[in-house]
């Protein structure tokens, strides 16, 4: 009965709609297949895709992690001061990583060892990392990013930008943590069923815990790579992106309520909403319509999603 | 009364009642009478065609074939206010957050939308309550009842619209057995006030308590009917069937001596001071009522709930019991509640069935890295457990409930358990499969694990326990060997409001 094209379409709902924006994108715009448009695309999201697979991974437990956005913001802030005031880029990045991971272990034990609802505990964590950008950089862009970073921000390899690498490599990382590990067998069994994961003796709290930690770890990443990307931390960097992170990893097909879904997938809703916004800026829409277009794609790509997924009668 | 019932004309008649879905025919040529104050059992297997027939016979389906005459004229499709036909379901309809006058007003509020009469409404459910001869506050909120008082509103919030036709489909599932004998009484009273009614249930002791007449549906079919006083319940359950059941004591060989598991004083909110031991090759009953503990017993021991006193596995105490503590000294624990507790339903069978023991499927060079041959041992289990589904890549949700059973029992029997406790182990699966599950726990017994089953269904411990306890409010009330079983003393030892101290060893 199953072709193998539906099952592919089952798996990967956003196929289709990428297919069509690319097809469509490239009549109305010659520019759009440009290697050098394709360049500027695949930088401009990498912080969406390494924060969108710390969510991945919240959503697959059947959580969701409304601080992913401000954490990066503040994780740049921190890590842009530290290294204007001693210029070393490895501190840097350890700094970034570091405030990522007290979030996310702030967010994790709340959550899976205090039992505190995922969207409370996240909107006040989120209230809280972008507070402390804010207060630390005073409302404004932070100066002094060393050469280095600057430079990396610019880099890249066969037209793939260097920030586009790390996040693909974050990619294969995590996807084989996900797919062939106990740990990620255990991710996508809490969040099928909770309290069948505790009658079968999985350590539910744990495994709740490391996936906020996780995505903190990521948003942490993600918060460096804004600095290279933009040339300066921003204390509003994350502010925006929390929509596009959730949006992302929803078209891809990963399901809210847990148990379902891939860093693969995610990698495809990332890729999805690229195209959409980078096509609609060539086309010349201006950036109020384009929401309008965006919102009425989400709601294109759950229908195909719950319509290849077969979950309509579930 | 009676007399009457047999000269009047039927209230409801169903002749060669049909249903059909995308061309499957689920129920088939079923046809019969009833009167004002009879009552017919309306019995089969899951899936033989009862609740269809049921959703027929209130309006919910409309039949694909046949006809539904209602005191003697055919109707097109029933509208059971109108015709006087009421049904109370499995799942309650209840508001549980307002009050028994509320919910049994709630579809025909007295007064006007913006200003409802709410002692009108008061004044109805008392009368109403009245006239059924049930004593139950008006003002209560319903999560404030019992199960019991709960089926009562029901009944007669559903009598209050439709009173010539009532249809009760399983209504003691979530009974107690006192609960039980009132709701029987209330039947009664019903019946002798010219209510007609359908009573679906699966236990065949209170078909014969409550009913006069009876259908059997087997596969859609009605393969028999008639009245009971001419049917022993042997043959009733052949029909339902549809094979002559061999003698369902299963043969045990007598325990070994050697403790298994052995409990010490356990006590917790629930229950109190429970001391047990279970040894190899015993298979151990606990029988008792809903709340009295049993569940609650079988989760501590696994360490799913918080409890203190001590737990022994081959006579080394466990400290603290945890459930990975209780996996490592080989234990399993199978839950009652199969898709809430048991089961990944959005999942693949392979990976509910390697969930519980996952080392034991798979080959692995590094720690905690690689699936390499959980497939092969997936397909092994399924085999093994005679599970029927097209790939193990299906979701288990796809599965018939007998199958999911079986899928959550090949997940335990996987981690090569020693003790093995299963909580209501043939719940909701039919009598074949039940036979088949039986069979399973008794081999495992020859084979010198120790098996502990928890069950509300007497019979079934009867047949395949060598002992059983009795549990009543949570404290251990008497101990019953299989050479001395009597189900009488069982029950009333489980139901008596008595202080529980006459051990029967």
Redo the contacts between chains.
Sequence with gaps: MTSPTLASLKTYPAIPIIAALAVAFSLFSPYFLTSGNIEAMLGANAVVLIAAIGMTFVFLTGGIDLSISTVISASAVISGLVMAQTDNVPLGIGTAIAVGTIFGAVNGVLIGYFKLTPFITTMATQLIARGIAFVLSQGIAVKGTPYWVLDFGFMSWFGIPAVTLVGLGLVILSAAALG????G?QV??VG??P?????????VRFIEFSVYLLAGVLAGIAGFISIANLGNAIPGVGDTLLLMIIGAVVLGGTAMTG??GSVERTVLGVLLLAILTNGLNLVGIPFYDQLIIQGILIFVGAWLAMKFSGQRN? | MLDTSKTAPPVLSVRNLSKAFAGKTVVDDVSFDIHPGETIGLVGENGAGKSTTKNMLCGLLQPSKGEILVGGEVVPQIDGPEHGISAVHQELSLFGSLTVAENMCITDLPGRPARVNWAEADRIAKAQLEFLGIEIDTKATIESLGAGRQQVVEIAKALLHADRVLILDEPTTSLTAIEREKLFAIIDTLKARGVAIIFISHFMEEIYRVCDKFIVLRDGKQVGGGHLADVPQRQLEEMMVGRTLEDSRIDLDPPGDAEALSVKGLTAIDFENVDFTVHKGEILGISGLMGAGRTEIAEAIFGLRPASGCVQVHGETVSPVTVQAMKDRRVCYVPEDRRTNGLFLNRPVRENLSAASILNFVRRSLRGVGFRGEKARAQEEVKARNISVPSIENRVSDLSGGNQQKVLLGRWLSTLPDILIFDEPTKGVDIGAKFDIHETIAGLARAGKAVIIVSSDLPELLHTTHRILVMRKGHMVGEFRREDYDSVKIISLAASAGNGSNRNA
Aim: proline content about 0%; cysteine-free.
């Design positions: 062939m590990t106990t740990w067998r996508m069994l099928s069923n309290n069948a994961a505790r009658y079968t003796g999985i350590n148990g379902e579930a």
